[in-house]
């Protein structure tokens, strides 16, 4: 089974210029989202895994599966205003505009050893600034996790020094 035959290309979305890489066909299918969990997994290998940090909205949907699996914890880091407790917060460029995202400021002890997930690694953004948060909190950055990277868009760059992995490259 190849996970990207379950992956729907959108033309301008959101924006005029972006392909969005809809991973909803995926998710819909029993078959490619339980081996899809399987090959996120078995890219963490043996490796120790305190937390598990989910992306808002999309890196939720594998960051759980992952957590359970891992007998890690699952911290959420989502848009402002949307966790209840006090927040730290880091601002971010995208490759069609900008925005924010929080993390609860007690979600990541000092030392602990986190994987930090979400769907698609496109310009490498959204995972520097999560990678940001999870620092100041004390944490140390494992791995980041993708179910997709887009290499042409070189956010590997961003995330620098950090051990980078993908179910499905284009």
Known sequence: MKLNNYIR???????EGIIFKDITPLLGDASAFAKASQELLALVG????DKVVGVESRG???GGVLAKELNAGFVPVRKPGKLPYTTASQSYALEYGTDTLEIHEDAIQP???VLLH???LATGG????????????GGEVVQCN?????????GK????????KAAITY
């Not at 290309?9 to 924006?15: C, H, K, R, W, Y």
């Not at 959204?126 to 948060?133: E, F, R």
């Not at 993708?146 to 070189?154: G, N, P, R, T």
């Open 46 to 49: 043996d490796q120790h895994i």
């Open 146 to 154: 993708f179910l997709i990277e887009l290499s042409f868009l070189s």
């Open 157 to 164: 760059d961003k995330l620098e020094g950090k051990m980078i």
């Open 111 to 113: 030392g602990d050893k």
């Open 9 to 15: 290309d959108i033309q301008d979305f959101p924006t």
């Open 60 to 62: 939720f949907f594998f």
């Open 126 to 137: 959204t995972a520097a600034a999560v990678v940001k948060l999870i620092e100041r909190l």
């Open 118 to 120: 979400d769907d698609v």
